[in-house]
């Protein structure tokens, strides 16, 4: 089981944000994590990557508690942000050599990484003269290098034109053969190209957690998340 949940809950003051949610995700699964605004979804994939601590339940990801194995979690995943983080100034392979140093790889993964989301041709260019499209690989790059079992996505495809939406679709789903993928998006049609599981969260409560073929066998995504969700 590569992302366990279980019970968990998260509060800011009085509010809950997460109440008592339960889910698995399984190695070479793609789940698509939904729902609207302020539903919970980012503070869930925070706790996913040991950057909050939940208030109630035990979260483990490979095997590790995030609690008190922080570390290692780190070590096990790979999380591209909704606003993915990256220095401006530097060049694409110096950023992604720092961030391979942070995780003592080699240079031959960045070589492999950079050839594996398609930046060849970019390596060698400033992030900051890159479109959204190349900055999305480059976090992804980063989120990669490491080989992490466990790959978290907030918002991946936020941006990007369509014949980007098609390069990155294609490389999640390859990712996603041999990674446990988290999604999030608010775009519906990504869900339906990339994922194959679907849970659906409304006011920090799973509403919906689906194999995304029997989900839409009668109803569009769209149509299940706008009932679910107003």
């Not at 990557?49 to 339940?57: A, F, R």
């Not at 095997?63 to 983080?85: C, I, Q, R």
């Amino acid at each position: 089981m590569s992302i366990e949940v279980k019970n968990v809950s998260k509060f800011y003051g009085k509010q809950k944000a997460l109440d008592s949610i339960n889910f698995r995700v399984n190695s070479g699964e793609i789940v698509g994590f939904l729902g609207p605004n302020g539903a919970g979804k980012s503070t869930m994939m925070k706790i996913l990557t040991t950057y909050l601590q939940q208030d109630e339940g035990v979260v483990l990801v490979n095997g590790l508690d995030v609690s008190t194995d922080a570390n290692a979690v780190k070590s096990s995943v790979g999380y591209l942000p909704e606003h993915n983080p990256l220095y401006l100034d530097m060049y694409v392979k110096e950023y992604l050599e720092f961030c391979a140093n942070l995780h003592n790889v080699s240079k031959e993964n960045i070589t492999k990484t950079i050839n594996l989301v398609e930046l060849q041709l970019e390596s060698h260019k400033k992030i900051k003269e890159l479109s959204k499209g190349y900055r999305q690989r480059v976090g992804l790059a980063a989120a990669l290098l490491h080989n992490p079992q466990v790959l978290i996505l907030d918002e991946p495809t936020t941006g990007l034109d369509p014949n980007q939406l098609i390069s990155i679709r294609k490389l999640i789903k390859e990712i996603g053969k041999t990674k446990t993928v988290l999604f999030s998006t608010h775009i519906m049609q990504e869900v339906e190209a990339i994922c194959n599981r679907v849970i659906i969260i409304k006011k920090g409560k799973i509403v919906v957690d689906s194999n995304l073929d029997i989900l839409t066998k009668e109803q569009s995504l769209t149509e299940i998340f706008t009932e679910l969700t107003l």
